[in-house]
């Protein structure tokens, strides 16, 4: 059983990357993980301020926000699922926030357990190429962290409120979470 940690990064309450990281957690239960979904635009992440007292107390950040409850979540995760609508071709700034904190674990060596992550995006346009900036930005993370990518749904032409529900995203997101 692995501990699954699923960050979303939308504004839109039950939009389609919102659906998409459901979809990912009901497969990922049904092979017995454990899941948590932490929904980083309804929290209150401030972006890195580099001020170099990361772990200089008791929490991973000195300033105060949300994502010291957060680091927690973080620590105790196996797996680290992105799932996000595309801004302007990368993470919304809610999420991004969210990443770029993350630096706090890495200087103080607090990301050992997480060995796999996924990502799940979505987008109103129709070219699957408009990802590629924020497939890069994943894939460089996953890279320079040395987790395994154990699987990337890119899903277009998703816009209105229940878009996806016209593909068959969902169905290939529950299957990715079944996988893991």
């Given at each position: ?12 309450k039950g939009g389609n990357s919102d659906l998409l990281a459901d ?158």
């Amino acid at each position: 059983m692995k501990n699954i940690l699923i960050l979303t990064g939308s504004p839109r309450k039950g939009g389609n990357s919102d659906l998409l990281a459901d979809a990912f957690a009901k497969g990922s239960a049904e092979a017995g993980h454990r899941i948590t979904k932490y929904d980083t635009a309804s929290h209150r992440i401030q972006g890195c301020r580099d001020c170099k007292h990361c772990y200089k107390t008791d929490k991973a950040c000195v300033f105060d926000d949300d994502f010291n409850e957060l680091a927690v979540l973080i620590e105790k995760s196996d797996v680290l699922v992105f799932a996000t609508p595309l801004y302007w071709y990368t993470f919304p700034s809610q999420l991004k926030s969210a990443i770029d904190r993350m630096i706090s674990l890495v200087m103080a060596d607090r990301l050992g357990h997480i060995k796999e992550t996924a990502l799940l995006a979505c987008a109103a346009t129709e070219n699957t190429s408009d990802f590629d900036a924020l497939v890069k930005t994943y894939e460089s993370i996953a890279n320079y962290l040395h987790w395994m990518d154990v699987g990337q749904l890119l899903v277009t032409e998703v816009y209105e409120a229940n878009d996806i529900l016209k593909t068959d995203a969902l169905s290939k997101a529950q299957a990715l979470g079944k996988s893991i």
